[in-house]
């Protein structure tokens, strides 16, 4: 699939068929997540794969969110900032949660390169994950992502424009500098 359809395809899909993703492909897309930029090239993040139905249902029990049930298979994304603070102090905190962003986005659109859908989840109750998970207490949840095959095609909401999301030079300027002319050939 090409670059930019993978893009406009991704979307958040709450809604999955009762067929299990193959483990193969998670592990791809996973293998694809690696590939992210790392601070420093340490990358400290896991990932755990959830297929046990119990455990769905505690999680999307403990993320109030019903529709998770759906889901045959989550990734639990995890991050360890230990190693990070070490070498970069407290911006290695920062560096960690850019790179899980990174990582994350890398999984989702290879999941939809690979025709599955996901949606990424932030809103959780991280101790009880933890506990059921056995994920040590130093250990950060990025995200549970359910993934699976989309039940219904949904419409597909239009995201901002790039006109009203970006500045030029300072903050609140949104028209693009008027070039002054010079007697440089390059102007």
Not at 45 to 57: G, M, T
Not at 83 to 108: D, M, P, V
Not at 157 to 181: M, Y
């Amino acid at each position: 699939m090409e670059f930019d359809s993978v893009i406009q395809k991704r979307r958040s899909v709450r809604s999955f068929k009762s067929k299990k993703p193959d483990w193969k492909d998670i592990l791809q897309a996973i293998d694809s997540a690696l590939q992210s930029p790392f601070a420093g090239n340490h990358n400290n993040l896991k990932f755990i794969i959830i297929e046990d139905p119990e455990k769905i249902s505690k999680i999307a029990e403990f993320s109030e969110q019903k529709w998770i049930l759906e889901s045959k298979t989550l990734v639990a994304v995890c991050s360890d900032n230990i190693h990070l603070k070490n070498l970069y102090g407290e911006r290695g905190r920062i560096y960690s949660r850019q790179q899980a962003g990174a990582t994350i986005q890398t999984f989702l659109l290879k999941l939809i390169n690979l025709g599955i859908s996901a949606c990424w989840v932030g809103a959780y109750t991280d101790k009880l994950i933890k506990e059921l998970l056995k994920i040590p207490a130093h250990i950060q949840i990025e995200a549970v992502i359910p993934v699976g095959y989309e039940k219904e095609k949904s419409p597909h909401k239009r995201k901002k424009t790039l006109e009203s999301s970006i500045f030029w030079e300072e903050w609140d300027k949104n028209k693009k500098p008027v070039f002054i002319k010079s007697k440089s050939p390059c102007v």
